[in-house]
């Protein structure tokens, strides 16, 4: 809302279960570059298959690069806020969940997935890159943002 910007969620596309976009790769990739033809768009989401082309259109890379225990815990608070209601950024026949299969994605993510999302920003040519490193300095991004605004 501050910069004007669309927002896509990429959760909300790749949990759509009629797509299924977990098994099938190739139209994940496709629908996320129709996604990214957009002119300008804030997206949200990790989803390492598909860096190359959105990193390739962004001008701005922002990596949330959170120590374990904030991704933890948010996970946690997510779960009790969502509990049976909606999330806006899901499709509309997601059920919040969460899984030992997802709480162990979270707690080993800095050590299997941090590395490769650094490589993959470091070969990101020409981009403004944006690292932060818990909480308070994403909201000092929004608050420096909105001073531009």
Avoid: C
């Amino acid at each position: 809302k501050i910069i004007h910007l669309p927002v896509i969620h990429l959760d909300y596309y790749y949990h759509q279960q009629k797509y299924d976009y977990h098994n099938n790769r190739k139209a994940w990739i496709g629908r996320v570059k129709k996604l990214i033809q957009q002119d300008a768009w804030i997206m949200d989401g990790n989803y390492s298959s598909s860096f190359k082309p959105r990193f390739e259109r962004a001008d701005t890379i922002i990596f949330f690069d959170f120590p374990r225990r904030s991704s933890m815990h948010g996970v946690v608070k997510r779960r009790i806020q969502y509990h049976n209601k909606l999330r806006a950024e899901m499709p509309s026949d997601w059920k919040e969940k969460v899984n030992i299969e997802f709480l162990k994605y979270v707690w080993n993510f800095n050590k299997n997935d941090r590395g490769k999302i650094l490589t993959a920003i470091e070969e990101a040519d020409n981009k403004n890159v944006i690292i932060l490193k818990n909480r308070q300095a994403a909201n000092q991004l929004l608050r420096d943002l909105e001073k531009q605004a």
